[in-house]
């Protein structure tokens, strides 16, 4: 009897599993933002790195990736920009249906500036997934003390909700 008790809990917890959409799966297991290293001044990351960057220690911003690890202490920061690249699908409209052409692709852009312990400025550039955007930009304003800014009036838009 607790064996098919345990083999239905198992069933049931799988098919919920499935139905996650696919932003909140990865959030279950983890804390933080996933996103993607495009570039800055750290060269022991590579670009197109992926990780999870973390607002929510008290002193630091942590950046995970596969080889290694970046803290940067909030105070350090001094520079929070949000920005976004808007590319229309029209590869996908040609194959498959024009009405895709209407339809836009944003992807969003985080920078943080910083100065590092020899008080040299760094700046690190995250493209960071949709779904952790504005929990981002809100945890940094918080921790840090400093406002975002926006590359222009649509990433003003998207950034604020």
Known sequence: MVDNVMRIAIIA??????????????QAGQRGADVEYVGGTRAEIKSAERGNLEAIDEQYLVFYARRSAIRIPYERINLIEYGQKVDRRYMMAVLISPVLALSKKRQHFLTVGYQDENG???????????EHIRAMLA????RTGRKVQFQDEEARKAGRG
């Open 13 to 26: 917890l799988t098919v919920l599993a499935g139905c996650m959409p696919p932003g909140q799966m990865s």
């Open 139 to 142: 945890s940094l304003e918080a």
């Open 120 to 130: 040299r400025e760094q700046a690190l550039v995250f493209r960071v997934d949709k």
